[in-house]
């Protein structure tokens, strides 16, 4: 199989480059008077990813706005984040413009996250190509499978962790899909959605490693510590 895509967290990559020069406040303002410097930082990454993986075919994604269809399932859903930075709010444009001076295809849908989208494709592409994700969002690690590998972003410019299906199985002893349940038991601070209060990472790794999903622990709910099972059932 000689296709090979490259689909891009475009959003984190952008988000990642911005803050990586805000704190001191340098903007690299171009002769328009509209900062750059987190364009500048997105493309070092995007075409240093492209020498690396050698992709045949590339998407980047992106967010379309920060309502979603997860905000009608659940309001609070990260109600905790602010807005973004004046400062990147005209860079957003200048990024996608870029990339399609590189001759790279931008897709977004309103409605959804640069996730689903990177989701998506990925389930199509898999059939007909290999399939490696450029991210800094753990929570892609969901679509592993023999066929698609995520790149998480380290500090840097160059520097993954590329993970496979088997070296996630192998690190966290659960399989990929099953990191869903992990995340519903414990809940995400940064995304502001609970979990079962009291429920860490270690425990609920623990339990799912045990039982492999929420319907197995609640069937086996009479196994866990009295003040787990109470945990459980509030």
């Not at 602010?82 to 897709?107: C, R, S, Y």
């Not at 592409?125 to 590998?149: P, S």
């Not at 990929?176 to 079962?196: E, H």
Request: proline share 3%; net charge negative; with cysteine.
């Amino acid at each position: 199989m000689n296709k090979h895509v490259l689909l891009v967290d475009s959003m984190a990559l952008l988000f990642r480059s911005f803050y990586a020069t805000a704190v001191h406040r340098n903007f690299m303002i171009n002769d328009h008077g509209v900062p750059t410097n987190g364009v500048n930082g997105y493309l070092k990454h995007l075409l240093t990813a492209v020498q690396t993986f050698e992709p045949t075919h590339i998407v980047c994604c992106w967010d379309m706005g920060s309502q979603t269809y997860r905000n009608e399932l659940f309001q609070d859903y990260k109600a905790n984040r602010g807005e973004a930075p004046v400062e990147l709010i005209p860079q957003f444009d200048l990024a996608k413009e870029a990339t399609e001076e590189l001759g790279i295809v931008n897709v977004g849908l309103k409605g959804f996250e640069a996730d689903d989208c990177i989701g998506t494709l990925a389930a199509v592409y898999q059939n007909e190509a290999r399939v490696t994700v450029l991210t800094g969002d753990r929570d892609l690690l969901q679509i592993l499978n023999e066929q698609v590998t995520v790149a998480l972003m380290q500090k840097g410019i160059g520097n993954y962790k590329h993970y496979t299906k088997a070296l996630f199985e192998e690190e966290m002893g659960i399989s990929p899909k099953a990191l869903i349940d992990m995340k519903a038991l414990m809940g995400d601070s940064s995304d502001n959605y609970p979990g079962v209060k009291g429920i860490g990472e270690k425990t609920a790794l623990k339990f799912i490693q045990t039982y492999q999903t929420i319907d197995g622990l609640l069937e086996n709910v009479h196994e866990l510590t009295a003040a787990q099972q109470k945990k459980m059932q509030a």
